[in-house]
């Protein structure tokens, strides 16, 4: 999440220009050619650069945790905290001209799971329905999420998403 790691928890980042911030436009540039071009090279080159950039080193991502945050706070001080509202813009643009590139390329979660699911020797056939089934319940965890905080307005319903924890388990 990026409230709680790396762009906004990491302290303040008043450097209009950083080794970080080219990083994160890179990647997003990186992923934009590939989907454009569709090249599977591509593809998994950025999402293991994902991964372990911009989720293990950076701890610097997009989640649906974020959404509520965005709409009634609380906000980083954009003058502190630049990174956090360059990758929110990338994922914004990338998002309104290229559909889900940030969720299919760059969230490191997903690319991780992507991978990891390459990786398996075991490969778990899934009937079209019960597909189906877990892409609704996806979309409603999606829709949800943020709802049940704008209803209860409770911090705690960000405790449900698993971004987080898996890429800060070894912080400090």
Not at 136 to 155: N, Q, T
Request: glycine share 8%; hydrophobic share 55%.
């Amino acid at each position: 999440m990026l409230q709680l790691t790396g762009a906004y928890g990491a302290g303040a980042d008043v450097s209009l220009f950083s080794l970080k911030k080219l990083v994160i436009v890179l990647l997003f540039a990186a992923a934009a050619v590939g989907f454009l071009a569709n090249s599977r090279a591509l593809y998994y080159l950025v999402t293991v650069s994902s991964v372990l950039v911009l989720g293990f080193y950076y701890k610097v991502f997009f989640s649906v945790a974020d959404l509520p945050r965005l709409i009634y706070g609380p906000r980083p001080d954009i003058h502190l905290h630049h990174t956090w509202y360059l990758l929110l813009g990338l994922v914004g643009l990338t998002t309104i001209l290229w559909g889900r590139l940030y969720c299919g390329w760059l969230c490191p979660f997903g690319a991780l799971l992507e991978l990891l699911h390459k990786l398996s020797p075991v490969k778990a056939r899934v009937s079209k329905s019960l597909d189906r089934v877990g892409v609704k319940i996806k979309y409603a965890v999606l829709i949800l999420l943020p709802l049940v905080y704008i209803i209860y307005r409770s911090p705690a319903v960000f405790g449900v998403e698993p971004f987080s924890p898996l890429f800060t388990l070894f912080s400090s």
